[in-house]
């Protein structure tokens, strides 16, 4: 069973700690400082150290950051009191797994460092599974025979029959719906719901009573109660895709329902419980949006359990042979025609592209090559590529933020009259001014508020 360090120099909460954990059938060691904790370590194998952040002596932000110079893989989970979230978020900076607020309940403590252990647990054995990655793993649907792509579902092996939350990360059309989907499907959770939700295909305000649902009342055309998508979750899986694009007011409610599982319906007072696990998405740089001031950092640190990355296309090339097949045998089943292949000149074509839609894209060749076939095997002449550049997503009418500011003018001036003329453009539609300038609705929040500009609700 695992041991469990405990530093907390308070001696009625030590005591509660150890017998509560005792029970569960951790072996603890607790002790009163972190000068103690520390020589505990040296002497002993400890599993997690669980510490207040207010110790006598050395505090528990120095002991954190000793703990992690002695051995870097070791979970810590802090506690701190309530209102000092700030600290707690320093504290992950420095390397935490998590933190708990006081007063906690210990059902929510115990939850939480059992979660810490199976996720610590998954990264020892992913060490030993990347050091002999001779296995070969499979899952419906998904095409894996690259070395990147097997390494991938090594991960989500180990993750799926866990609790713990998954931040998917990568380009768009790279699959990260479908590694969601297969997680779901190999939790202990598959019997339930896997409800999907694209955070940019709603309305802003509309996007609060889509996740949590909302009273009779609550706003016009509210004529009944309906729930929320974290309702239709419960006991299953809540996949939320492109979560780097949700307003700063949605984030807080988020942040709510990953540490309490709790949240209210709009117009309503009834707290709610679910039992979800969430898996998240984005093919944004949340570290950067974490700079830029437009995602939360308690927010990141509580989605960013198990982060997975999946490669671009053009990364695990070794797939697209098999990935053609897979394509070619599903829409010549569903179009009814009779196409056993594709001729190697054909093959080396799709091979040689750079694929700046990923998997998508090649899935959408392959349909038209399909449907436009008159032959029994895919030729070159069937194999439409999109060889034009990349354009803006506005067209003739996008803006670009690549050129250079004249003379005279500082850099953050020129932003300034970008975003001006964007607006000009988009006859103050803020969502059309964005698209233009080929940022997310938040980004352009943000510097619209540097600019002193307020944001006022669109019709």
Known sequence: MSTILVVEDEPKMRRV??????????????????????NLLRREKVDLVLTDVKLPGMDGLEFLQAVKRTNAAIPVVVMTAYGTVETAVEAMKAGASDYVLKPFSLEEMKLILRKE????????????LREALGQRYEFKNIVAHSPKMQEVLATV????????????????????????????????????????????????????SELFGY??????????????????????TIF??????????IQVKLLRVLQ?????????????????????????????ALEQGTFREDLYYRLNVVPINIPLLRERKEDIPYLIDHFIARFARTSGKVITGITPAAQRTLMDFPWPGNVRELENIIERAVALSTGSVLDVTDIQLDLSPAKPSGGDAAISMAQLPPPGMTLEQFEDEIIKEALRRADGNKSQAARLLGLSRNALRYRLSKMGVADEEES
Do not use: W
């Open 215 to 236: 009273e009779k009342g609550a706003f016009t055309g509210a004529v009944s109660a309906k729930p929320g998508k974290f309702e239709l979750a419960d006991k299953g």
């Open 117 to 128: 252990l199976e996720v610590n647990r998954l990264r020892e054995e992913n060490v030993t």
């Open 157 to 208: 092996e180990r993750v799926a029959p866990t609790n713990s939350t998954v931040l998917l990360g990568g380009e768009s059309g790279v699959g990260k719906d479908m590694i969601a989907r297969a997680i779901h499907e190999h939790s202990r959770r598959a019997a339930g719901p896997f409800i999907k939700i694209n955070c940019t295909a709603i309305p802003e305000n509309l996007l609060e």
């Open 17 to 38: 700690l150890e017998l509560n954990l005792s029970e569960e059938g951790y072996t603890v060691r607790p002790v009163a400082d972190a000068e103690a904790g520390l």
């Open 240 to 249: 939320l895709d492109e979560i780097g694009d949700v307003p700063g007011t």
């Open 260 to 288: 309490d599982r709790e949240f209210e319906h709009l117009g309503g007072t009834k707290t709610l419980k679910v039992d979800v696990r969430v898996v998240a998405a984005t093919n944004q740089d949340l570290r950067a």
